[in-house]
Nanobody, 120 residues
Framework: QVYLVESGGGLVQAGDSLRLSCEAS????????MVWFRQAPGKERQFVAAITWGSGSPLYAAAGSVRGRFTISRDVAKNTMYLQMNSLKPEDTAVYYCAAGDTYRTMDFWGKGTLVTVSS
C-alpha cells in the first residue's frame, strides 16, 4: 500500500508559478514510477509528467503543452515528488493528481488531488 497526499494548489494569475508536492508513505513505497496527472473540468485525465524514483529521470507530456514550463523532481529523503509550474496559463486549470506504480502505464495508487486555478 502507498499513500499519496498532494498539496500546493491554489488560485493564481496567468504567468504566476506554483509548486505542487506529493508526499508518499506506506509499506510498499517507493514505487519505481511516480506520475503527475491533471483533469480539467469536463475533460479527460491527462498525463503531465513522470519521474523514475530511483534515477530521477523525468518524462514530460508530448506536444509541448507543459514542456519547458513544468519541471518534475523528487526528494528521496523526504519521500516527496514535486511539480514546479511556471508561466501558468488559464488552460492549466485542473485538479492535479499524483500516482505511483511499477511503470508509467500502471498506476496502482492515487492521491486525492489538489486544485490549481489560473485566472486570466
Amino acid at each position: 500500500q502507498v499513500y499519496l497526499v498532494e498539496s500546493g494548489g491554489g488560485l493564481v494569475q496567468a504567468g504566476d508559478s506554483l509548486r505542487l508536492s506529493c508526499e508518499a508513505s506506506g509499506p510498499t513505497f517507493p514505487k519505481p514510477a511516480m506520475v503527475w496527472f491533471r483533469q480539467a473540468p469536463g475533460k479527460e485525465r491527462q498525463f503531465v509528467a513522470a519521474i523514475t524514483w530511483g534515477s530521477g529521470s523525468p518524462l514530460y507530456a508530448a506536444a509541448g503543452s507543459v514542456r519547458g514550463r513544468f519541471t518534475i523532481s523528487r526528494d528521496v529523503a523526504k519521500n516527496t515528488m514535486y511539480l514546479q509550474m511556471n508561466s501558468l496559463k488559464p488552460e492549466d486549470t485542473a485538479v492535479y493528481y499524483c500516482a505511483a506504480g511499477d511503470t508509467y502505464r500502471t498506476m496502482d495508487f492515487w492521491g486525492k488531488g489538489t486544485l490549481v486555478t489560473v485566472s486570466s
